[in-house]
């Protein structure tokens, strides 16, 4: 058998032609309209120009520069960006696009003050004894001669021997009280804080392209309608802060007029008024007095009423001849209660590194 032998470089070339051949006459009917297009074009200008992207900048070098961006004026002086900005609810924030992966700035606005104040109470009065009796044996209203046993402090109003009071012709039993009501020990705590808007800037990965006009850069594309995110430039500083609807800004550059100002964080300056209580309220203490001839609160005895309002001179009728014990109780023991006061915040938290964003 005679062994096949290549074909000749010729041979190859020629089958090479004829296949180009074949596919241009399967094509031609769908090139014809663009030829002709191009023809025209070519007897007007005397050229005919391709374009690789949607919409060139026929004046320019490099026409179809920044394909996958928006050219926009280079940021001035001090500016940084442009960003990719986003501005919602903390709870929706969203990660960087992928034209713009990477994260440059996380701040917030609308701060939102929890007042953490533990809430004040006091404790209850207590209605208190009388601390002394006088008696005089020479006036009637118990004037010349008076004398005057004071009762032990904490004293119970249970039986008590006392130096003796010799023909009392006049009483003065002491008024009995209402203890202060004290705060109650409670952990003092201060606020918290949240906020209604979060906002987060994103940036291009890598160096951005080049553009047509040397005043402008290439920044990544803006798709708010799809995914909020807005184009801006920004710097740090309060700058003038929004209204409630995004106007004009007149400190921002030109080609990005709308004001946005977001903070940093916030500094706690808050604290809370200490508790405090107010005097006792709706108190009644009335007591008795129960004065005894003899020791131990035996023998003949006297009984004299005292209140808040006591400590009033009485001549009791049949008064014994000779005090040597003391008793006494509470008839009304109802000390009311006190109003509690503090436990209110003060300051509210300062707002830190403020970002003035510039936006198209």
């Known amino acids: ?16 032609r004829d296949r180009r051949l074949a596919r241009l006459r399967a094509v031609e009917p769908l090139l014809l309209p663009f030829v002709l297009v191009a023809a025209l074009m070519a007897c007007k200008t005397g050229r005919i120009d391709i374009y690789t992207c949607s919409d060139p900048c026929k004046e320019c070098e490099e026409p179809c520069a920044c394909p996958d961006g928006t050219c926009v004026p280079l940021p001035p002086l001090g500016w940084e960006g442009p ?49 002394r009796v006088s008696a005089s044996a020479q006036s009637d209203v118990c004037g010349v001669g008076l004398e005057t046993r004071v009762f032990p402090e904490g004293w119970d109003g249970s039986c008590l021997a006392i130096d003796p009071l010799n023909a009392p012709r006049s009483l ?16 003092i705590h201060k606020a918290s804080f949240g906020w209604e808007t979060k906002a987060k800037g994103c940036m291009l990965g890598w160096p951005a392209e080049a553009c047509p006009r040397p005043y402008e850069v290439c920044a990544p594309r803006v798709e708010t309608a799809r995914d909020g995110f807005e184009l801006c430039i920004y710097q740090p500083g309060s700058g003038k802060t929004e209204n409630a609807k995004p106007g ?24 809370c ?27 003949d005895q006297q009984e004299v009423p005292t209140g808040l309002n006591g400590n009033a001179c009485s001549v009791p009728l049949n008064l014994i001849p000779e005090i040597r014990s003391v008793e006494v109780e509470l008839v009304r023991d109802q000390p009311g209660s006190c109003k509690p006061a503090g436990g209110n915040l003060v300051n509210g938290g300062m707002l830190l590194e403020p970002a003035t964003f510039c936006c198209r």
């Open 172 to 187: 003065r039993v002491g008024a009995t009280s209402v203890g202060a009501c004290e705060p109650v020990t409670v952990s």
């Open 248 to 271: 004009w800004g007149p400190s921002c550059p030109a080609g990005f007029p709308q004001v946005r100002v977001f903070h940093g964080g916030v500094a706690d300056d808050s604290w």
């Open 1 to 16: 058998m005679t062994p096949l032998q290549p074909p000749s470089p010729s041979a190859e070339k020629r089958a090479w």
């Open 273 to 299: 008024t200490p508790c405090s209580c107010g005097e006792p309220e709706g108190s009644v203490c009335d007591g008795r007095l129960t004065l005894h001839e003899g020791v131990g609160c035996q023998g």
């Open 83 to 131: 960003v990719l900005l986003w501005h919602g609810p903390p709870e929706e924030e969203p990660a960087c696009p992928a034209r713009a992966p990477a994260p440059v700035y996380e701040g917030y606005r609308g701060l939102k003050t929890i007042p953490e104040c533990a809430r004040c109470e006091c404790s209850a009065p207590t209605c208190a004894l009388p601390e």
